[in-house]
């Protein structure tokens, strides 16, 4: 299975080439240079797999919730280029994404992500270790940092930018404490990857025109995405 996976959510921009138990990727933070790095991402990753788009699999992208712009190029590019090649695409969850790296890197296997929405709030999900990869348990979210639900037991954790503006808060909310909190991880188009190869292995994807941003904010979803 080849897959590229794009994750343009936050501060850094990231691409992931899964070929099939291989790995490759770029990552840089790069806080509103997310356009002018994507590109070059993916082309570097391709050249250094020695594939084409049209060789792809599929594609996979962080589909939110999260920055909306941030979200909004990942969807653009990704469905720009799945358009183009004609190949189908995998959503991913960035709190899901947020989980899968806490496993892969501390082998969490539950996991609160959350992320800073601004304004004093969080988008925010439990996450729970399925087959392998992570998977958001009930709905994704957003509120107030405070009010957010306690976590599922001692072995929970915390993971995200959400974490690092609001740990405090989230720490008396959820009983969860160092060090398991990782609130300086960011999401990589790694992880992205893993759970779009499991999504296309589960037959969980999309056409182009369906791969849809998920803002979770005021069903800024439900309204048409214009380029």
């Known amino acids: 299975m080849k897959l590229l996976a794009i994750d343009t959510t936050e501060d850094s921009c990231s691409v992931a080439l899964g070929v ?99 304004m004093g709030e969080i988008y925010w999900a439990n996450c729970r270790l399925q087959h392998g990869v992570m998977a958001v348990e009930g709905e994704e979210r957003v509120g107030k940092a405070d009010l957010t639900p306690g976590s599922s037991g001692g072995a929970c954790w915390g993971v995200g930018s959400g974490w690092a503006v609001y740990g405090d808060l989230l720490g008396r909310s959820t009983g969860i404490a160092a060090p398991r909190v990782l609130g300086g991880q960011r999401i990589h188009a790694r992880d992205v990857a893993s759970l779009g190869l499991a999504a296309l292995l589960a037959g969980q994807t999309v056409a182009a025109e369906k791969a849809l941003p998920v803002y979770v904010r005021d069903n800024v979803a439900e309204k048409p995405l214009h380029s």
């Open 20 to 118: 099939d138990d291989e790995m490759l990727w770029r990552f840089e933070i790069a806080p509103r240079r997310h356009s002018e790095l994507v590109l070059p991402m993916v082309d570097a990753v391709l050249a250094e797999a020695g594939l084409a788009v049209q060789q792809l699999d599929a594609l996979a992208f962080s589909r939110g919730p999260g920055s909306f712009t941030g979200v909004r190029i990942a969807t653009g590019v990704t469905q720009g280029i799945a358009l183009g090649a004609d190949l189908p695409v995998a959503p991913v969850s960035t709190l899901a994404a947020l989980a899968q790296g806490a496993w892969r890197t501390h082998g969490a296997t539950d996991v609160l992500s959350a992320l800073d929405a601004r």
